[in-house]
C-alpha cells in the first residue's frame, strides 16, 4: 500500500514537472488527463489488491479451521467433504489471484500504451504536423513552372500612365497617360508611332476597335473622343553609299524621334446628357456601335457611335466610378465605384436588367468579364473575387494580397494579371490558385505603382503581357505558362 501510495506521489510530481514542460499546450492539457487516469487507475488497482488480499485471508483462515477440525475430530470428516470445504476458497483464490495478475497485466499494458500516446503519439502528431507544413514550405520553393521576363520596354510619356491596351491582330499597343496624351507604339521598335493631343486633361482609358483602326479613349476633360489610329509603319531608309550617309545621318536621327501627332477627333462625347466630371474609363460593347463610359458624376452612359448621342444613363451606384468594361460577344457592362460593389447591365433586352455584386470592404478598382460567364473584381481591399454571373451573392473564389489592386486583365486562357500598388505583378488562375510572380528587381519591373496590364490574344513579338506604371514607362513581358494553363 506504501508502494502504492508513493508511486501515486511520483506520478502527481511527474505531472507537475510535466506542466513546466515547454511543449504545446495541447499536449500538456493531453498528458495531464492521461496521468489523471493512470492515477485513478491505481487507486482502482489498489482497492482491488486490498478486497483479494481479504479474500486470500479468509481462505487460509478456513483452510486453517479445516485442519484444526479434522485434527480434533480424528479425521471424522470424509476426503470429500474436505475437499468440498477447499474447493471453494481454493478456486475464489485463485481466480482472485488470476484476476489480479490479469489487472495487473492489463494495466501495466495500458499505462503502456496511454504513455506512448501521450509521449511518442504526440511526439508523432507533432513529427507528423511539421512535415506536412515543411512540405507546404519547401513545396513553395519548388523550381518555377512559369518563366517570365522583360523583352521589351516603352518609354517617352512625361508623366504616370494610367492605362494599356494590346492591339488583336497588330504588333502594336496604345497608352492612355496623365501628361494628357494617348500614344500607339510599335511592338518591335518600342517606338511611339502616333501620338494622340485631342484632350484638354489627364487621358484615363483607352480601348481599340476590334476590327478598325480607331482607338477610344476618356479624359479628365469630362469627354470621350474616338480618333483614327492611323500609324506611320515606314523605317527611315539609309543612304546608297557612304558620303549620302554621313549627310543624312542628321535627317535620320530626326526622323527617327520624330513623332506623329493628332489632335482631332472623329468624334467627341460631350454635352447635353454627357457626364459632368471626370471620365475614368470607356469601352466599345461588342457590336462596336456604341460605348459605355463611367464617370466621378456616380453615372455611366450608353453612347451611339454614329451619332455621338447619350442613348441611356446608369444610374445607381452611391460614389463615384472607378472603371467600366463590356462584355467581348454579349451585350453586357460592368460598371465598378468606389461604393465598393460593382453592378452588371444586361442589354440583351428591351429594359436593361441590372445586378448589384457586395462582397469588397472598400473601393472596386476594376473589374472585367472573363471567360465560362464570370466576372473578375479587383479593389483596394487588397482582394480579387471571382463571380459567375448567376450567383451574385457569394465569390467563388477569393485571392488575397499585401496590396491594393489597380486595373486587372485576364487572358483568353483564364490567367489572371493583377497590378499592384507596391509595384508588384501577380498570375493567378481562376480557381485562386497562384501561378506566379513577375520578378521585379533593380533592373527589371515598375519603380512605383503599376496602374495596368493588358494581356495580347496572341504573343506580339514575344510579348504576351503588357504593364505600364507611374514610373512613366510600359514593359512587355515574355510569359511562359504550364502546359495546362
Known sequence: MKATKSRAARLTSLTEDVAVVPEDAPFRARLHFLFAQIEREFEQLYLENQTLQEKLDMATA??????????????????????????????????????????????????KAKLSSATGGSKAKASNKIKAQTSRIVSSFKAPTVVSTVVREFGGHKDGIWQVAAKAGQPIIGTASADHTACIWGVESARCLLQYQGHAGSVNSIKFHQQRDLVLTGSGDGTAHIWQAAVNWEVPKKGHSSEEELDDSDEQVEDRDRVDTLRTPLCEFSGPGGHLSVVVAADWLSSMDQIITGSWDRTAILWDVETGQPLQPLTGHDHELTHVSAHPTQRLVVTASRDTTFRLWDFREAIPAVSVFQGHSETVTSSVFARDDKVVSGSDDRTIKVWELRNMRSALATIRTDSSVNRLAVSSGGIIAIPHDNRQIRLFDLNGQRVARLPRTSRQGHRRMVSSVAWAEEPLLDCDLFSCGFDRRVFGWSIVLPKDN
Open 62 to 111: 478456513t483452510k486453517e479451521s479445516v485442519q484444526e477440525a479434522r485434527a480434533t475430530a480424528g479425521g471424522s470428516l470424509s476426503a470429500q467433504a474436505s475437499s468440498t470445504a477447499l474447493a471453494t476458497p481454493a478456486t475464489q483464490v485463485d481466480e482472485g489471484a488470476g484476476s489480479f495478475l490479469a489487472a495487473a497485466s492489463s494495466t501495466h499494458k495500458s499505462l
